[in-house]
């Protein structure tokens, strides 16, 4: 059909797609999704988005899902990107290949290495290639039937999300709608995507399209019939017109019951009698084709049908019958009718058909191509066939696909491999299910321990099995597990053993049992006569928590904390259960190079590909934007962490998002928001003793914050009990002496609150971080009230003012200002105003509201609402544009778009009073104003 009739009734779906090409060559793109049943018109419209993009003057990259193709890693996104890598010159392909996005090649040329396993490291190399192509112009990604993409494409596709409405990026996908959850339901429900999904033809676009197939002069009745029969699908309409013109008789001239005979809707049955009809040499090229699918090549498809004159009759018979499209291509008119030829394939003959297509790829094609064939095979305990998966599986690994990995390795074991094969390819299914699925990998790692053949093989399975039954939340388990595999060991061997310690200290710190469990193991890792880097790395990291913990030694804590993080920055030792420990230290204490630290950490964590370090990375970096105050900041980063990582699924992220999410909502008086976030990051997840206890403490303030003293005290002082119970007397991450003498001091228990406040602020001066130190003056002030109050007060002031703590010294100003306007009028004011403008440069409403109402009671008139001070974001840009850099620079450096560069720059030249970069390099260079937090 010509372009004029496939878009038949679709001008609104047109308008849409020419408005979004539009947008994008203007730089903001968008996405739209074209999603309806099979027959629909999808495919016409994704051509049509193709034409519609070019003439806006985008470049046009194209792919089409196959079900083929659809467990191999990044086949679509291969499909858009190799045309243009390997088609380039010299010159254009160091352009595209510039910075991350010279990994690019690993994914696309089978004969390099790639990314690491992890999707996160494909999706920054690939988001990177294609930033640098858009820097030529606009882009259009078209993809027809998305529905059969694979997984790691469409996670791409929704990795891309977040930053296409400020880029000049256009994504147009065509596919059948999808009830099941996944990344293609995922991209359907997001907000920045739009979905057409065209409607059926009306009674009159029906007819027109019966007319142009079956001539001006058919029926009336025919075309009444055809559009009830089949509800005005457009494929369906067309092959029963043609059916119908075939046969003649009552059938054309629209008698229901003779058109319901040629199959209807039923296109199976209609292709299973139209193939009837064919010789057999026709019959099997179509089976040929379906079963090697779109990327059918004319030598591969000519051996399996019989020789290259059996294939060129065969063609030639299909194109007659309107089953290929002719052309030379062997190619379908419909994925449809793929479906129904591939579907009517005998399910032995359907394997036979693949695994001798396996065999004559194996030649000369990469081992995941073979593979895919593989995957449709029944089992027959083959050999080649387990080795021909395993090494497909090794490929997709070291190309960052762990999903297609995993896929052939379980079709491997389907096999079976050999009893002694068997337990090294359980083992590898767990060690790759590690990287995206960790239930899976519990299950895999349990059967691959008990088919080990040895202690030590057991235990090395056993370390990485606790690992992720860690991550799922059941620490105590892992410790069973992980005491049970000590026991077995025995002596020689000592590296083994120290792991196993490590990760039995990791879990008891997050069960509160460092005290027993935890110490014991520490005594004798600390005895040990010899560790290697890396368990002296994570001895480190332990002593550092246990210093702040326990001991409240804060200058022991942080230069261990410290020693850490050199050793992990120099390369001397890797991400492990410990990586979060040093940075919960250094958040505590108020150490000055905390951020700097963790927005390197974060970038690396991306690039790198881990979703677990990348999720672990971006909550401990909200946790310290919100440590200072930036609430803004705070929010913004763990959302952006949450948009990243849940893409692959981390089982404790939404805890950790929802956590800081409450706080931050908390912090801005936002009460519901923040028992929502709550809310979610409690449901449906196992969590340990630790994580619990922050909930419930989180709880406890939320209670306070609602006026249920009561229930607020209860529920601190349970808290309290169990960190007790293990020693932790640190107040900074978790002040549930604060929260209970408060709760007490609104029930009127005066001693009680007094004896909780007096212990708190005891606690902090031993530890003494600002942060810590002034909330705890700030509270033994409200409780003691009277005489003592202004002096506590002040003290707390002048104690968070060494510290970069600002929403804790706008709470601190505030209630001293409060307090002493009446005496000190000048001073009690002048805090006031101060804590205002902290308050709103925070984000903190609420104390902003209670700040202004304050001066207005004070009799002063608040000032306007102004930010003077620069958000730590706005820093980074401020630092970097100094520099020289341009903006695309920063934006690829800092990992966001272009339009937020400008925005940062806007509010920095306004904040700062000036208007150009070299005013605002002298403004920084001649104030005290370029500090990061």
């Known amino acids: 059909m010509d372009h004029e009739l496939s878009l038949l009734e679709r001008d609104a779906e047109v308008g849409r797609m020419r408005g979004l090409f539009a947008a994008a060559a203007r730089g903001q793109g968008g996405v739209v999704l074209i999603e309806g049943p099979a027959g629909i018109g999808k495919s016409a419209l994704a051509g049509a988005a193709r034409r519609l993009a070019r003439t806006a003057g985008c470049r046009v990259l194209g792919a089409r899902g196959s079900r ?18 390997l088609g380039a010159d010299t010159a254009q392909r160091v352009r595209l290949l510039r910075g991350p996005a010279h990994r690019a090649l690993a994914l696309l040329d089978s004969h390099l290495d790639g990314p690491g396993p992890g999707d996160l490291g494909a999706f920054h190399v690939l988001h990177r290639l294609l930033v640098n192509l858009a820097k030529g112009g606009p882009v259009a990604l078209v993809v027809d039937d998305v529905h059969w993409a694979d997984d790691p494409s469409l996670r791409m596709f929704l990795h891309l999300l977040p930053g296409m409405a400020e880029s000049p990026l256009a994504m147009v996908l065509a596919g059948r709608a999808s009830a099941a959850p996944g990344p293609f339901s995922e991209l359907a429900a997001d907000p920045s995507v ?67 005979a040629l199959g209807g809707p039923a296109l199976s049955q209609w292709m299973g009698a139209v193939l009837a009809h064919l010789t ?64 009517g394939i005998a399910v032995v003959e359907r394997s036979r058909l693949h695994r001798r297509a396996a065999e004559l790829l194996a030649a000369g094609q990469p081992a995941p191509l073979v593979a895919a064939h593989l995957l449709e095979t029944l089992p027959s305990g083959d050999g080649w066939v387990v080795d021909t998966l395993v090494t497909a599986a090794d490929h997709a690994s070291s190309r960052g696909a762990p999903r297609s990995a995993l896929a052939f390795l379980e079709r491997a074991l389907q096999e079976p491999p050999t009893p002694e094969a068997t337990a090294g390819l359980v083992r590898m299914a767990g060690e790759i299910a590690y990287w995206f ?26 370390e990485l099995l606790a690992r992720a039954v860690i991550i799922n939340g059941r620490s105590a388990d892992a410790i069973t597990l992980m005491e049970n595999a000590l026991t077995e060991l025995g002596d020689g061997h000592a590296e083994l053993e120290h792991r196993l310690r490590m990760q039995i200290i990791a879990a008891a710190a997050t069960e509160l ?97 881990s979703a677990f370090v990348a999720s672990v990375t971006g909550h401990l970096r909200a946790h310290a934007l919100l440590a200072r105050g930036h609430l803004t900041e705070a929010e913004a980063g763990i959302r952006q962490a949450v948009r990243l990582v849940g893409r692959v699924p981390v089982p404790l992220a939404p805890v950790y998002a929802g956590e800081i999410l409450a706080e931050v909502h908390l912090a801005q008086g936002r009460l519901t928001a923040a028992a929502e976030a709550l809310a979610g990051a409690s449901a449906d997840v196992s969590l340990n003793r630790a994580l619990h206890c922050r909930l419930d403490l989180l709880a406890a303030r939320m209670d306070l914050a609602h006026g249920r003293a009561e229930q607020a005290v209860r529920r601190a002082e349970q808290v309290g009990r169990r960190f007790l119970a293990d020693g932790w007397l640190n107040p900074a991450p978790h002040p549930w002496r604060m929260v209970a003498a408060l709760g007490k001091h609104a029930l009127g228990a005066r001693d009680a609150a007094l004896a909780l406040a007096a212990e708190d602020l005891d606690l902090a001066r031993r530890w003494g971080a600002p942060r810590t130190l002034g909330r705890a003056l700030r509270v033994a002030a409200t409780v003691a009230g009277g005489r003592d109050e202004p002096e506590l007060l002040e003290e707390a002031v002048r104690v968070l003012r060494t510290g ?52 207005t009671e004070a009799g002063t008139r608040p000032p306007e609402p102004h930010a003077a001070r620069l958000t730590p974001g706005e820093w980074r840009v401020a630092r970097l544009a100094a520099r020289g850099r341009t903006n695309r620079q920063i934006a690829q450096e800092l990992n966001v778009t272009p339009k937020t560069v400008e925005t940062h720059l806007g509010n920095i030249y306004r904040k700062l009073g000036v208007r150009n970069r070299t005013a605002m390099a002298r403004a920084l260079a001649a104030t005290d104003l370029d500090h990061p937090d």
């Open 68 to 85: 083929l193709e659809q467990r191999s890693g990044y086949g679509v996104l291969r499909q858009l990107f190799e045309p243009v890598v």
């Open 194 to 260: 739009t979905v057409l999904r065209p409607a059926p033809l009306t009674p009159a676009g029906t007819a027109r399209l019966v007319r142009a197939v079956g001539g001006e002069a058919a029926d009336t009745r025919l075309c009444a019939a055809c559009h009830r029969l089949t509800g005005g699908n457009p494929l369906f309409v067309r092959e029963l017109a043609a059916a119908a013109g075939a046969a003649g008789g009552t059938a054309a001239e629209g008698d229901e019951q003779a058109l319901r």
């Open 280 to 343: 057999p040499e026709a019959a099997r090229v179509a089976q040929v084709c379906a079963v090697l699918g779109e990327e059918a090549e004319p030598r591969l498809a000519a051996e399996l049908a019989g020789g290259p004159e059996t294939l060129a009759r065969g063609h030639d018979e299909l194109v007659a019958a309107g089953v290929l499209r002719g052309g030379g291509r062997l190619e379908f008119v419909h994925d449809l009718t793929r479906h129904a030829v591939y579907s």
């Open 437 to 462: 699925d960790w239930p899976a990998a519990i299950g895999y790692l349990r059967r691959a321990a008990a088919l080990a053949p040895d202690a030590a093989g057991r235990a090395e399975i056993t």
């Open 513 to 609: 049992d460092l005290r027993h469990t935890g110490a014991r193991h520490l005594a004798v890792l600390s005895a040990a006569p010899r560790l290697s880097d890396e368990a002296r790395c994570q001895l480190d990291a332990f002593t550092a928590f246990w210093a702040a913990a326990i001991d409240l030694d804060r200058d022991a804590a942080v230069s261990a904390a410290l020693r850490v993080l050199r050793l992990r920055s120099s390369g001397m030792a890797e991400q492990d259960a410990s990586s979060s420990l040093p940075y919960l230290v250094l958040i505590d204490a108020d150490h000055d190079d905390t951020l700097r630290r963790l927005d390197r950490d974060w970038s690396a964590a991306r690039e790198a590909g």
């Open 804 to 855: 970069p703590a600002r929403l804790e010294l706008a709470a601190a100003l505030h209630a001293f200002g409060r307090r002493t306007w009446r005496q000190h009028p000048q001073a009690g004011r002048a805090a006031l105003a101060e804590a205002l403008r902290l308050a709103e440069e925070c984000g903190a409403a609420e104390l902003a509201r209670r700040a202004r109402s304050a001066l």
